[in-house]
């Protein structure tokens, strides 16, 4: 027997001799691997024992049992999670990069008004029950998938294309959120929906120059419309001012006249009485006054005596011609 022979034979009398504390490292090895399970701090573990349910775990370290005998799966329940429709986000960042082109079919809908309209959106929601997440429906993220989409396609199918594409996406959305989150309480699949939001609404490709065209004109028309009121709103205050304003000056003149006219009227009744009292005085006195009041706009005067029979007596009367 040669050396070679003789060391090949040392190494298997060591190997059988250490080969139970071997098989018995390698055993309490594997138990530890198996057994030693970590939670996250937003998951939570579900343990099945034997594929059946056993017990939820918290997060931190937790333990069950080895070789397969239970097995557990971590749920993401204080995680917000998110599904795309008609697109797929291949890089976030600050130029984010999508992908649309193989999931089209998702986002062609019909509406009402038998128009099509390409439709992206997105799906927010948490799981809320980690128990219902996983038994109550095969598959819960595929089947939120389908639900979604069905959903989606049946608001969209109640409104026409402008209510989808303009005035109507807010209400669209909120009418998804509402029926998708029925729908889930319905299936007792453990999803919470926090937030339906329409990523992107447009016309299909072949008709989107057509229908930019049209609103073109739909937003000429309305610059015109506003352009209008603009000018209604500044004109017709103004002429309605003026107009009241004329009516106001008209009223005053009027009323002025009649206060005058009532005036004038009293001064002559009283004036009337005074002169039935005393009659001579009376039209001595108004004399009197018309004279007062009209002499001073007179120029030069000549006073000569009515009842004078003589020659006038010579006056410089040119020369108070030519007095200023």
Not at 213 to 238: D, F, G, K
Not at 304 to 312: F, I, K, P, R, W
């Amino acid at each position: 027997m040669n050396d070679q022979e003789l060391q090949f034979r040392r190494l298997a009398e060591q190997f059988k001799k250490h080969a139970k504390n071997i098989i018995i490292g390698l055993l309490v090895a594997i138990a530890l691997l198996t057994s030693i399970k970590t939670v996250g701090p937003e998951q939570e573990g579900v343990v099945l024992m034997l594929g059946k349910y056993n017990r939820t775990l918290p997060p931190g370290l937790n333990f069950v049992l080895p070789y397969g005998l239970e097995k557990m799966y971590k749920i993401p329940v204080q995680r917000q999670l998110k599904q795309e429709f008609g697109f797929r986000t291949i890089e976030a960042g600050a130029r984010t990069r999508y992908d649309k082109a193989p999931y089209s079919h998702e986002s062609i809908m019909l509406t009402g008004d038998l128009n099509l309209a390409d439709v992206e959106w997105v799906i927010q929601y948490r799981i809320v029950d980690s128990y219902n997440y996983l038994f109550r429906v095969r598959n819960a993220e595929d089947a939120l998938h389908d639900m979604s989409e069905a959903a989606m396609r049946k608001i969209v199918g109640d409104r026409t294309v402008n209510e989808v594409l303009t005035v109507g996406r807010q209400e669209v959305a909120s009418s998804v959120e509402v029926l998708l989150q029925r729908m889930c309480d319905e299936y007792e699949n453990g999803i919470r929906i926090d937030q339906v939001v329409l990523q992107d609404v447009n016309p299909p490709d072949p008709v989107k120059p057509s229908f930019n065209a049209v609103n073109e004109a739909q937003q000429e028309r309305e610059t015109l419309i506003n352009r209008a009121e603009s000018e209604y709103n500044r004109v017709i205050p103004r002429a309605r001012g003026e107009a009241q304003e004329t009516v106001q000056l008209a009223e005053a003149y009027a009323l002025n006249r009649v206060n005058r006219a009532l005036g004038e009227a009293e001064r002559f009744n009283a004036l009337y009485e005074e002169y039935i009292k005393a009659p001579e005085v009376t039209k001595l006195r108004i004399y009197l006054e018309t004279m007062e009041r009209l002499l001073p706009k007179l120029g030069n005067k000549i006073i000569v005596d009515e009842s004078g029979t003589n020659v006038l007596p010579l006056l410089n009367i040119d020369g108070l011609r030519q007095t200023p």
